[in-house]
């Protein structure tokens, strides 16, 4: 039993950091392969949706754990954000109690990451290595699920708020905090307080 790892929403600015994890028998992840899985992020919003079901249902299990705005800004303040992805990463590896595990590692020094997994999780070998969602196709089938909740979360957002993807390449979002913080003074709790471009907004308003 082999178990992919992967995020979906570490550079966004608003809404919450997906971690997914599956298992399934290694004799089936070429099924992965010829249906079309590959890295979410070279798949079309619809192409992820659609290959998201048949993931579901190819897995022998899977499961998802999400990092709140709140926990991502305390732990961004502590410089332990890898800690905190790698804490979550080792919640979903101990939930699936996989043989192995492969891991797209946040940190620099991968073999460091994949140490700190491995001494949280406590389950099977943990093999830690960067792209791994572009390298193994069990991580890539993670990279979609992870992807897909990810983008409902944000669905559900915009249908209160016209926000935008929530990340800070997204003029709409950035329009959206902008124009928030003018308004009430203060950041709602879906936006990331400690990101470096809503710091800026909100010392660029504060200053005026």
Not at 55 to 78: E, F, G, M, R, W
Not at 117 to 134: C, E, L, N, P
């Amino acid at each position: 039993m082999i178990c992919g790892i992967d995020e979906a929403g570490r550079g966004s600015m608003i809404g919450p950091l997906v971690i997914a994890g599956l298992v399934i028998e290694k004799s089936k992840t070429k099924i992965l392969t010829d249906i079309g899985v590959r890295d979410s992020k070279k798949l079309s919003p619809h192409a992820r949706q659609k290959l998201y079901g048949k993931i579901i249902k190819l897995a022998d299990d899977y499961a998802i754990s999400k990092i709140t705005p709140h926990q991502i800004d305390a732990h961004v303040l502590n410089h332990r954000l890898n800690h905190l992805e790698a804490s979550h990463m080792a919640r979903v590896i101990k939930k699936l109690k996989p043989t192995i595990s492969y891991v797209d590692s946040c940190d620099v020094n991968e073999k460091r990451f994949g140490r700190e997994v491995d001494r949280m999780a406590k389950t099977g070998k943990i093999k830690s290595y960067h792209h791994a969602d572009s390298t193994f196709v069990v991580v890539s089938a993670a990279s979609i699920i992870a992807k897909v909740t990810r983008d409902m979360a944000i669905a559900k957002l915009n249908k209160e708020h016209d926000l935008g993807s929530g990340y800070p390449s997204d003029a709409k979002t950035v329009r959206f905090v902008q124009n928030w913080f003018f308004e009430h003074g203060q950041m709602p709790d879906f936006v990331r307080k400690s990101w470096a471009p809503v710091r800026s907004i909100a010392k660029s308003y504060a200053l005026a």
